[in-house]
């Protein structure tokens, strides 16, 4: 392995016929020979392509392997070792593989351990510290393990030991978690202690007093976090962002009462430190623990509470408390003065924290709302259902009905989300804000798309002659500009069908960006709309592709043809090709999701798309759709409805789809569960850790508690003796 010519042999490789990222790897050579030249920028522009094409987010390929040998003698003939180092450990790491063998890459860069090896070394700390993370995600214990060893006999510096002992621990968890009890004490240096508390939780070793205390002596644990350059995210041990909140983490994934209330513990200390920075960190692992723990948010609520001692701090915790809705109500105290403030001032601080109170204690927010309506943009967003869950209105209030009043008296002074965000909040309050028809009639003209739907839930129940006001301004609207919101809201509110159909025809013959929005109001319509077939037809000969936008299109479309002909052949038509381009689309989860929701629908008209739907059942994110639609055109007598039970629970679980899990365990009935199945969906119903962990933040706890109670109704459905 030649050190000095690190390169020799580059151009015999086929580089033109493999893959990376970006098609081709034909600049992987200049790349590799930038990284060696004496030009510094072109090397560091060099690193960062081959970042984005032989390890782009995480996944390798083809390319990836060949390039191994070249960067492994650059690393070690002494170009920008660190660096490379770094690289090389990520794609050993990477189990993410595209067009390449499983661990191929990995076996690639184990295989010339020989030459990076000896950098454990070498005179440069960082370098050390480097290599000790990247041969240790070799997973080569025979050769690797021995090396790591000796260097933790002899390795000085505290910071390339920490990363020595990280790299044991990977190989050797038990080992690892051996020689950390040992390095506890603390006349080690922080970093070596750090990684000793994370090298014990991997290995599963019981959390200890003498743990307990490093971490609380560790604190403000944040700068020990490895200052390598972050945007090459690596996953150096003590790179472990936020490791406070990352140790509450490992301690709740535990999934016991002891380890619950031992996370709990150290949130709490952290949270009545005197110092701000510790403070800061406890916050950071009170919202990883409410994320994590169910039982987080009232366990933590107070000390939260106690936390707040200064502005800066209840404007960092807003957004947490926020999300805590109702359960964040003894807080409310701490961030009512500061929502207050400056209602007549646009005011960043005050507007978090209204949010935030718009969330805990709706009622207290309203006048303050009131007040500052106009200024405050997220609290606004907040009263208006955008953080709230879907099937709550903010409570009535007429101090903020007059102040939404008199911003829409004002059309032409509103922009951005605001006329979605004030009519929004109006049509919660459907006829409570019937004083409000007149200046939503007015709106109607400037905002048709927000202003509509609300004029057609606030009139539903309001006097004949506010609703013949309202009718009389939709239909002008929906004459004169061909509005659709209008026209559906005319329907809504009188009935008239033939402007929506006309509006409707007119969007499915344009193709419009609206298309499926289209599809999805004419469907509602149902044989109403026969009149719509000859368009939806041509609407679907009009789209074509395999991206994610042209098959929920054509599944939004086949799913109104359905509902408004009963045309099964050209249904099943539609949606199987759906299914067999969204093959050629990695990112087409999701859309079989869609497809094979409108499958449900056609009941056993849908059967010819069996073999689509259990194709799907593979797949975690898919599954729980495909098990509804198979049992909905019937083809669960041919499967083992225990095994399709077992796939739903498993998405469940998985956080794959949990709420098509729930709809899938519906249709499939409690005696299709095993006991074994009743007490992993008890486990959802009530045990501690969330099932949803994923989407958008702002929703995830309402949306998990959702599916608890949506899991405990699944439950009193099943059997008294298969209860857990």
């Not at 009512?336 to 935030?356: E, I, Q, S």
């Amino acid at each position: 392995m030649d050190l000095v010519h690190p390169l020799d042999g580059l151009d015999a490789r086929p580089w033109s016929s493999l893959s990376h990222a970006y098609g081709s790897a034909e600049d992987v050579p200049d790349l590799l020979r930038a990284l060696t030249g004496a030009a510094g920028d072109a090397a560091d522009e060099a690193l960062s392509e081959l970042y984005g094409s032989v390890l782009h987010q995480g996944t390798v390929y083809a390319a990836s392997a060949e390039a191994v040998p070249f960067l492994a003698g650059i690393a070690a003939a002494g170009h920008r070792t660190a660096d490379v180092l770094a690289l090389l450990g990520g794609m050993a790491e990477s189990e993410d593989e595209d067009g390449v063998a499983p661990g191929a890459v990995r076996a690639a860069v184990a295989d010339r351990l020989p030459l990076l090896l000896p950098l454990l070394a070498s005179p440069e700390p960082e370098i050390r510290r480097t290599a000790a993370w990247a041969v240790s995600h070799t997973r080569a214990t025979a050769i690797a393990l021995p090396a790591l060893r000796a260097r933790w006999d002899e390795e000085p510096e505290p910071s390339a030991r920490a990363e020595v002992l990280a790299g044991i621990a990977r190989l050797d968890p038990q080992g690892g978690a051996a020689a950390a009890a040992a390095v506890l004490d603390p006349s080690q240096p922080a970093e070596v202690r750090m990684a000793a508390v994370f090298a014990s939780l991997d290995a599963g070793a019981p959390w200890t007093e003498p743990m307990h205390t490093t971490m609380l002596s560790l604190l403000p644990a944040d700068p020990l976090r490895s200052d390598l350059d972050l945007d090459l995210d690596l996953d150096l041990d003590l790179e472990r962002g936020e490791p406070l909140a990352a140790v509450v983490e490992a301690l709740l994934g535990r999934g016991r009462r002891t380890e619950r209330n031992v996370a709990f513990e150290l949130v709490d200390a952290a949270l009545h430190d005197g110092r701000a920075e510790v403070r800061a960190e406890g916050l950071w692992a009170a919202d990883r623990a409410c994320m994590l723990s169910r039982s987080a948010p009232r366990r933590l609520v107070w000390n939260l509470r106690a936390a707040a001692v200064d502005e800066e701090s209840v404007v960092a915790m807003s957004s947490l408390l926020g999300r805590l809705g109702s359960v964040a109500a003894p807080a409310a105290d701490i961030l009512a003065p500061l929502a207050g403030r400056n209602p007549d001032h646009d005011d960043a601080p005050a507007d978090r924290a209204l949010a935030a109170l718009v969330l805990v204690a709706p009622a207290q927010s309203a006048p303050l709302l009131a007040a500052g309506l106009g200024r405050r943009p997220r609290a606004l967003d907040a009263a208006s259902g955008f953080r709230s869950p879907e099937d709550s209105a903010f409570p009535y209030s007429g101090e903020l009905l007059d102040a939404v009043r008199d911003r829409l008296a004002r059309p032409e002074a509103l922009s951005g989300n605001e006329p979605r965000q004030l009519t929004n909040l109006l049509a919660g309050w459907g006829a409570e804000a019937a004083p409000a028809l007149p200046e939503l009639c007015a709106a109607l003209p400037h905002f048709p798309g927000q202003a509509a739907p609300a004029i057609a839930s606030v009139a539903a129940d309001c006097a004949p002659t506010d609703r013949a006001r309202a009718v009389t301004s939709l239909r002008a609207v929906a004459a004169e500009q061909g509005s659709l919101p209008a026209a559906k809201a005319l329907h809504d509110l009188d009935g008239e069908i033939a402007p929506l159909l006309h509006c409707l025809e007119q969007d499915l013959r344009r193709g419009a960006g609206q298309l499926r929005e289209a599809a999805r109001m004419a469907g509602a319509l149902g044989p109403r709309a026969a009149a719509l077939a000859p368009a939806l037809r041509e609407a679907l000969s009009g789209t074509d592709g395999d991206s994610t936008p042209a098959l929920d299109t054509d599944t939004a479309l086949a799913e109104a043809l359905w509902r408004v002909t009963g045309d099964a052949d050209a249904v099943v038509a539609v949606l199987d090709s759906v299914f067999a381009r969204a093959e050629q689309n990695p990112w087409s989860s999701w859309s079989v999701v869609r497809a094979a929701r409108a499958t449900v629908l056609l009941g056993p008209a849908g059967r010819p798309l069996a073999a689509r739907l259990k194709a799907a059942l593979d797949d975690p994110a898919q599954a729980a759709a495909a098990v509804l639609a198979l049992t909905a055109v019937g083809e669960t007598a041919s499967l083992d409805r225990t095994a399709l039970a077992e796939l739903a629970l498993r998405s469940a679980e998985s956080d794959a789809d949990p709420e098509g899990a729930c709809d899938a365990l519906e249709a499939l009935g409690p005696d299709a569960l095993t006991g074994d199945h009743v007490r992993r969906l008890a486990a959802l119903a009530d045990g501690d850790a969330r099932v949803v962990r994923s989407g958008v933040e702002d929703r995830v706890i309402r949306q998990d508690e959702a599916l608890r109670n949506r899991a405990r109704v699944l439950l009193t459905a099943c059997p008294a003796s298969a209860a857990p």
